[in-house]
Every structure is written in C-alpha cells, then in structure tokens.
C-alpha cells in the first residue's frame, strides 16, 4: 500500500511524485491553474488530482496524461 500526499501550487513537488509525472504537472500549473494536489495510487500507478478540476496520470502503457477531470 502507497500512500498519498497533498501541496500547493507553485511549490516543489514531494520527492514522493514521480519524476515521469513533473513535467506534465508544471505544463498544467502553466496554465494559471491554482489549488492544491493530491497524489494518490492506483494498481501501483500514480495519479496527481488538482483540485481546479486536473488530473495527471500514468497509464498502464506508462504513458502519462494530463485531462480535466471526467465527471
């Protein structure tokens, strides 16, 4: 079991957000995009939740996807 962990826009994110997810994090922080993260697992993939309604996320390819949320 992994567990997940918040922060804020504009600030580093914890060592515990993967490096393959960073970069697709920053390009939705350039959008003018504030809040707060949220990294949590899913069958062992991370997914990075921001709360202005983004989600960035590893697929099962290991490819990664930045998408507004999907209600």
Excluded: Y
């Excluded at 567990?3 to 970069?23: I, K, N, Q």
């Excluded at 990294?39 to 998408?67: C, M």
């Amino acid at each position: 079991m992994q567990l997940g962990t918040r922060w804020v826009t504009g600030s580093e994110p914890p060592a515990s957000v993967p490096a393959v997810l960073r970069p697709a994090i920053a390009e939705v922080e350039g959008r003018g995009l504030a809040g707060h993260w949220t990294l949590t697992w899913l069958e062992g993939r991370a997914i990075a939740e921001l709360d202005a309604g983004w989600e960035v996320i590893q697929s099962a390819t290991g490819d990664v996807v930045s998408r507004p949320f999907e209600d």
